[in-house]
Structures are given as structure tokens and as C-alpha cells.
């Protein structure tokens, strides 16, 4: 599997559980200007930004731009999803490759749980896709929000996310991590099957703060910086 779809896999995982425990009476709606950025190891960077409510052809949508930066690949992402529930309404994704350059777009029926995926060159429509899934289909860079809704975690606590293949993420221990932009407790999440690993800030905001891949390249996203306006 290419790195780059490996990346956006792993980052997808991130970031929405299917609802499988309360998320009592929160509402939080994004946090508004919230920008995130990390080193890929061992090359690239990417970054998170969160742009709070917008409008999508007169429809209010929640918008996060995300952007990887990885040698002769640039990807940047464009997700609009609900305000509420944050499952995804629509990705634009511009894919600029040293030899080519693609734009994509995601649309999402969360009644019929599909997905309709078309590639562009140009203007030119080279590829449909149409993807059924057996519920509501998440996206992983929005998951951060979506923890932010729980109250504390105990270990063993899981989470599945539909993508729209199924998996199972679960917390396994709190640890202290060291990464660029400094120390942090975190709560430490393994996949199943054993596929990656995720380390959340234990602190509010809750942001991942460390993702390590597994296989022969041992890839890991790291934070380099994080800001919010107003803390």
C-alpha cells in the first residue's frame, strides 16, 4: 500500500466512532480557528485546520481543511460534515503529484449510507465509485471532536468506526508522551486488527497527539504546534 493512502487511512481513523456509547448532553460544535500541526517521520508534515460553521450552498455545514505534505506529494482535504453529529457531508480533495495533479469529491447519504466518490483530471470526469455501507459512514479526521464529547475514559473502552470497512480502536493504558511540542498524558488507543496507534491528549482540547503506523515503513505523526484562539 502506497504511503500516502496509508496516511490518509490511519488519519481517517482518527477521527469518528460509531455511536456506541452516551455522549450525554454536550454540543460542541468544533473549536473554531483550531489549528494543529505535525511532523511525519521520518519525512513530511501535515496540518489540521478547523474553520466552524459555514455555509455549503446555503446549507450549514461544519468545515476542517486538512494538508499533507509527504516528498512529491500534496493532499489537502476539504471536509464538510454535520454540525452536529459531524459525519461528513462532502470532501474536496485537490492531489498534486509530481507527475499529475487530481481533484476528487466525496459525497456522503447518510439515510442510504453510501458513498459516491468521482476523479477528475481537469475538468475532465475520469472515475465514479459508488460504496454501500451497514450505517452511518464516518471520517477519521474528525474524530478528535467527536471524543471531545465523552467524559472520562476507563481502560478497555473501544470505539468502532465505519470507513465504511469496520473497525475497532480501544484504549489501552494512559501513558506520558514526548513529542515536538513538548510532554503530555495521554490516553493511548491500539486498533484491531493491530494495524496503528494513537495517543490523545488526555486534557482538554482533546487532540491527537502522536499516530504510529505499523509495518515496514514505521511511520509517526507528531505535533509540532497546536493553537486555539482564546487559550
Not at 460553521?53 to 509527504?70: A, C, M, N, Q
Not at 442510504?112 to 479526521?141: C, H, M, S, W, Y
Not at 514526548?178 to 486534557?203: C, L, M, Q, R
Request: net charge positive; proline share 6%; aromatic share 14%.
Amino acid at each position: 500500500m502506497k504511503i500516502s493512502k496509508i496516511l490518509i487511512i490511519v488519519i481517517v481513523l482518527m477521527v469518528f466512532a460509531e455511536n456506541n456509547f452516551s455522549m450525554g448532553e454536550s454540543t460542541i460544535c468544533g473549536y473554531p480557528g483550531e489549528n494543529v500541526r505535525y511532523l511525519i517521520r521520518p519525512f513530511g508534515k501535515s496540518e489540521y485546520n478547523d474553520f466552524g460553521v459555514v455555509s455549503l450552498k446555503g446549507v450549514p455545514v461544519h468545515l476542517v481543511i486538512f494538508r499533507t505534505k509527504i516528498l512529491f506529494l500534496d493532499d489537502t482535504e476539504k471536509i464538510y460534515s454535520d454540525p452536529e453529529s459531524f459525519l461528513p457531508y462532502k470532501i474536496e480533495r485537490r492531489v498534486s503529484r509530481l507527475w499529475a495533479k487530481e481533484f476528487i469529491t466525496e459525497e456522503y447519504d447518510q439515510k442510504d449510507f453510501t458513498i459516491i466518490t468521482r476523479k477528475f483530471k481537469g475538468k475532465k470526469l475520469v472515475n465514479e465509485q459508488v460504496v454501500k455501507a451497514n450505517g452511518p459512514i464516518q471520517n477519521v479526521i474528525l474524530l478528535s471532536l467527536y471524543l471531545r464529547r465523552c467524559p472520562n475514559f476507563q481502560i478497555g473502552w473501544y470505539f468502532n468506526v465505519r470507513l465504511p470497512d469496520e473497525f475497532k480502536v480501544e484504549l489501552v493504558s494512559i501513558d506520558e508522551v514526548a513529542v515536538p511540542a513538548g510532554k503530555f498524558k495521554t490516553y493511548h488507543f491500539k486498533s484491531i486488527p493491530d494495524k496503528f496507534e494513537i495517543w490523545f491528549n488526555k486534557d482538554d482540547p482533546r487532540v491527537p497527539i502522536k499516530i504510529q503506523g505499523k509495518g515496514i515503513l514505521n511511520y509517526a505523526l507528531l505535533m509540532k504546534k497546536y493553537t486555539l484562539p482564546g487559550h
